[in-house]
């Protein structure tokens, strides 16, 4: 699968203009923001599951096409993060439960907090997962892949043979950059429903990522030079021919 840095700064171009846009309405109507910008079955939110399953197939090619070179683990490592890509989408529009008019009933309407067909607006003994698992935890486990990852990448052996093992595609610096230039305007801006647009931003990053990883340009030669295993080195340059088929 060729990489496709043009696509890439498409996309990061995609970024910094949603990012200026939201700080012109979040400014200068907060009301227009909550309500419209960021409104639940609005444009932000569908476009969050948009480029949400195009990341999901990114991945199942990207599985498909590392089969014969990486072997059998890294397709099923890349089929499953697209799957979890998959659940993310329909999860953010609540698995088209409003565009279909399906009621809620059962379990969902009586321990989700918005009555509606999600899993991470379930309530589970008192706790919002929302809160805690889709919350803070998944947070660090993103800001760990997104920010800290690429940054070891190049100097730490050990991240990159689990990196490899995992058969993650690596973010490269200006994704980390713009990942981190979108958590903190997010962060300061004061308007609700802000965080709708941090999942479109993520999306747009990690589509980015997908189709344009650090590790999609990485050799063998360097990999050992690094202190890496043969193995690693090896599915190292196989991810390489992956990306550049």
Avoid: C
């Avoid at 910008?37 to 990341?55: H, K, M, N, R, S």
């Avoid at 998959?86 to 009586?110: K, P, Y």
């Avoid at 067909?117 to 889709?134: I, P, Q, R, S």
Wanted: no cysteine; charged share 15%; proline share 3%.
């Amino acid at each position: 699968m060729k990489t496709h840095p043009r696509i890439n700064t498409a996309l990061m171009a995609l970024v910094a203009a949603l990012m200026a846009a939201t700080i012109v309405i979040a400014v200068t109507d907060p009301v227009m923001f909550k309500d419209s910008f960021a409104a639940e079955d609005g444009i932000v939110e569908y476009g969050t599951a948009i480029f949400l399953v195009f990341g999901a197939l990114t991945l199942f090619r990207r599985a498909f096409a590392g089969h014969k070179l990486v072997g059998l683990r890294f397709s099923i490592l890349s089929v499953l993060y697209g799957a979890l890509f998959i659940f993310a989408a329909g999860e953010e529009v609540s698995w088209g439960q409003r565009i279909l008019d399906i009621d809620t009933t059962g379990i969902f309407l009586e321990h989700n907090d918005q009555q509606e067909l999600t899993l991470h607006n379930m309530v589970v003994g008192g706790v919002k997962l929302d809160e805690v698992v889709f919350g803070n935890l998944l947070s660090v486990v993103l800001l760990t892949y997104l920010i800290l990852l690429p940054l070891l990448w190049s100097r730490a052996a050990w991240v990159r043979n689990l990196g490899t093992w995992l058969a993650v595609p690596v973010p490269r610096l200006q994704h980390a950059l713009a990942t981190f230039i979108v958590t903190v305007i997010i962060g300061v801006i004061p308007v609700d429903r802000k965080w709708e647009v941090y999942e479109l931003a993520f999306a747009l990053i990690s589509l980015g990522i997908f189709l344009f990883p650090q590790n999609a340009t990485a050799s063998s030669t360097q990999v050992g030079q690094a202190g890496v295993g043969l193995r690693s080195a090896s599915a190292e340059q196989s991810d390489s021919d992956i990306a550049n088929a």
